[in-house]
């Protein structure tokens, strides 16, 4: 089979320079396994930390969403752990010269889970659905249309060369929505099929019980023929860790979606049962951060972002939470992807500095040393290090600022997206995800055209600064790496001069699993990826 990618791509360096066209066999990716002869059969139990608002990633981000998505919805490529573009529903691709177009055979006999054929009309309204109500707006502005000459061949038009668009064809990003069942884009964003979606994914819904379990049953119509290997997937929702870290030990839960604490972590390590890998989701470049409400006081104030930064001390918050087994990070772009830059301000401690700031901007201690007080929040999570962490600013804030900070404790995770979308918030502690490349997860944060009320993860903090929207506007089409690395360097000053957010550390997001299973950790994306490749192995 005929298929391509760009020379000096490699995710890597990020270097778009030309189209290389090569052949891959649809049927090698399917048949990539651990073990020679892969078993049908038996049913894979998982946890996953927190009840998704739906089951529909094309309108929503995140694990809790991603992960079950994925099973349900099939995408047009995949991506295997080197960062390398497989077929999926796009079973060859190919993008024009000038960088403006990319046309997409699609697999034949492939159907939803009701039976009807998936067409490029499908594929053409889930582009659009995703353009028009997925928190990364960026993500797909750059596409003009989607032709859909014949029932098997889209072609996506484009304004501008769009150097991150194959990744954001992978399964978590653009799923294949049905368009028979949802009708119109304007329909998606509060259609019921969100809670009982009908996708052409692996795996078909067979109950979801927020706040209990998600349970999925093999689809005998997958289009890879002989996948999924497992008869039923099911997804307990658990948000215990003790509860979840016992069903690991006794085997009552085969593998668990991620997890952020150390000493969780390192229990898991010491089971011999187990295999844990940390670095299982090492697409997404995950940011730890303190994320400012910027559309109302103190913090529309730069002086007093500054002054919450200067008060910090991330060394100690890695030191002590972490024992050094997370990286700080300085900026909105990750360390680790290549357009990271450390040619910023780093904000040392400073408590000198951060109380001068503060009388600048006239709040002034009174007679009892307070200065003012604001409202924090966090996303909730089993682990409570999201709540450890507004804690500690709790304690070095009052202590060191005069200024108190009133801890809100949301009642779970859509409290807390509600909470945040809406915009009623001071500061909020919770991660955000790079996305493999900057277009996808980095421009959303910040700019100023996706401010959008309601919804989550996309410029909730109300940042906007003409200056950084057109960096990240020139970088989008700029298929030159270092080129765009020279934009991005610059994109990352401003916004660390600015203070919209205030990066604290990457943490890692493992995966654990019965070292029975095989197929696992195929992806760059971990788990928020079909696993029709896991099966059970014979045991040992």
């Known amino acids: 089979m005929l298929t391509h990618w760009l020379t000096k791509l490699e995710i890597g360096n990020y270097a778009l320079t030309a189209i290389v066209f090569f052949l891959i066999p649809f049927s090698s990716f399917a048949a990539q396994s651990t073990d020679a002869v892969p078993r049908s059969g038996g049913e894979l139990v998982m946890s996953l930390y927190a009840t998704p608002p739906h089951l529909n990633p094309a309108i929503q981000s995140g694990l809790a969403t991603a992960i079950p998505g994925t099973q349900i919805f099939a995408g047009l490529l995949r991506f295997d752990k080197e ?30 889970h009701d039976g009807t054929p998936i067409t490029s009309a499908d594929v053409a309204f889930s582009i659009m659905t995703v353009k028009a109500l997925h928190p990364f707006k960026s993500m797909m502005e750059a596409v003009e249309r989607v032709d859909t000459p014949d029932p098997h061949t889209v072609v996506i038009r484009l304004k501008k060369p769009h150097p991150a668009l194959l990744l954001a064809m992978s399964p978590a990003l653009l799923p294949i929505l049905p368009k028979h069942i949802y009708g119109s884009v304007e329909q998606v964003k509060d259609h019921p099929a969100n809670m009982q979606p009908i996708g052409s994914g692996p795996f078909k819904l067979e109950s979801f019980v927020p706040g209990k379990e998600i349970r999925l049953i093999k689809n005998n119509d997958f289009f890879i023929k002989g996948r999924p290997y497992l008869d039923r997937l099911t997804i307990k929702i658990i948000r215990n860790t003790l509860e979840e870290g016992l069903g690991m030990e006794t085997g009552d839960i085969d593998m668990m979606v991620s997890f952020q604490d150390l000493m969780e972590l ?7 049962h187990l295999v844990v890998i940390k670095d299982g989701f090492k697409g997404i470049g995950p940011i730890y951060w303190l994320a400012f409400n910027l559309q109302k006081k103190p913090f529309n104030d730069i002086r007093v972002r500054k002054a919450i930064a200067y008060a910090i001390d991330r060394k100690f918050i890695v030191d002590t939470t972490f024992k050094g087994e997370v990286a700080i990070e300085t900026g909105p772009i990750s360390s680790t992807n290549p357009f990271y830059s ?35 929040t966090y996303i909730p999570e089993r682990t409570g290090i999201n709540l450890h962490t507004a804690e500690y600013l709790r304690e070095v804030i009052l202590r060191n600022l005069g200024v108190e900070v009133i801890i809100e404790h949301p009642r779970d995770l859509n409290d807390w997206i509600q909470t945040v979308s809406n915009w009623d918030f001071d500061l909020t502690v919770d991660d955000v995800f790079n996305w493999g490349d900057p277009v996808i997860g980095v421009h959303r944060t910040y700019l100023s055209s996706n401010i959008r009320k309601g919804v989550i993860w996309s410029n909730t903090q109300g940042y906007s600064n003409p200056a950084a929207d057109e960096l990240m506007e020139q970088a989008a089409s700029e298929l030159d790496f270092q080129k765009r690395y020279a934009l991005y360097e610059k994109f990352q000053k401003i916004i660390t001069d600015d203070l919209p957010i205030y990066t604290l550390f990457q943490p890692f997001f493992a995966i654990a699993y019965n070292k029975n299973l095989a197929g696992v950790n195929e992806s760059i994306w971990g788990l928020m990826t079909p696993l029709d490749s896991v099966y059970w192995k014979l045991s040992e």
């Open 342 to 376: 450390p040619d910023v301000n780093l904000y040392e401690q400073d408590f000198d500095k951060a109380n001068r700031l503060l009388d600048e901007a006239g709040y002034s201690r009174d007679k009892t040393g307070k200065r003012f007080s604001f409202r924090i």
């Open 83 to 112: 960062w390398n573009p497989q077929p999926y529903l796009a079973e060859k691709w190919e993008i024009s010269t000038d960088g403006l177009s990319v046309t997409l055979d699609l697999v034949k006999k492939a159907v939803f």
């Open 266 to 272: 390192n229990q898991l390590r010491s089971l011999d």
